[in-house]
């Protein structure tokens, strides 16, 4: 019975390690241009008049037409499906944006994304290492 809980101790560790470790995406609170989002070439979030959110890889101008390109199974291209124009390189695909239905466009925050996606798990592993202490020993920082 101690085996299968060691076994069970060590998946749930797996497990929450993995779900710790992935990465979040943090969009800029001010809105961007439609030209800055463009040449930026950054994750974007569009909102539109209804304040639906969508989120796209990048923006590209073609033709004097705005498209947002995204995964083709993607859920803004499933929700989209009218909007869709064409295949864009293998995975990808570009959805047609009117520029009077967008909102406001917000880029992503690089620096902070990626300093909260290390942070968060390394800050989590820290206090349970804390709290956890040696089990063998009473040295853990509650101890008296």
């Known amino acids: 019975m101690k085996v299968i809980g060691m076994h069970i101790k060590s998946f ?74 064409t295949p864009y390189y293998d995975h990808f695909i570009k959805i047609h944006l009117p520029e009077k239905d967008i909102y406001e466009i917000r880029r992503k925050n690089k620096s902070l994304s990626t300093v909260l996606t290390i942070a968060i798990p390394v800050s989590a592993f820290a206090l349970a290492i804390i709290l956890a202490g040696d089990p063998f020993e009473d040295t853990s920082i509650w101890s008296d």
Do not use: H, P
Not at 42 to 68: C, P, T, Y
């Open 12 to 85: 749930c560790l797996v497990i929450s390690s993995i779900m710790l470790l992935q990465s979040c995406s943090i969009y800029r609170s001010q809105s961007s241009s439609i030209d800055e989002a463009v040449t930026s070439g950054d994750k974007v979030l569009v909102l539109n008049d209804n304040l639906e959110r969508f989120r796209f890889k990048r923006l590209v101008i073609e033709k004097d037409s705005l498209f947002g390109i995204t995964k083709k199974n993607s859920r803004e291209a499933k929700r989209l499906s009218q909007l869709v124009n």
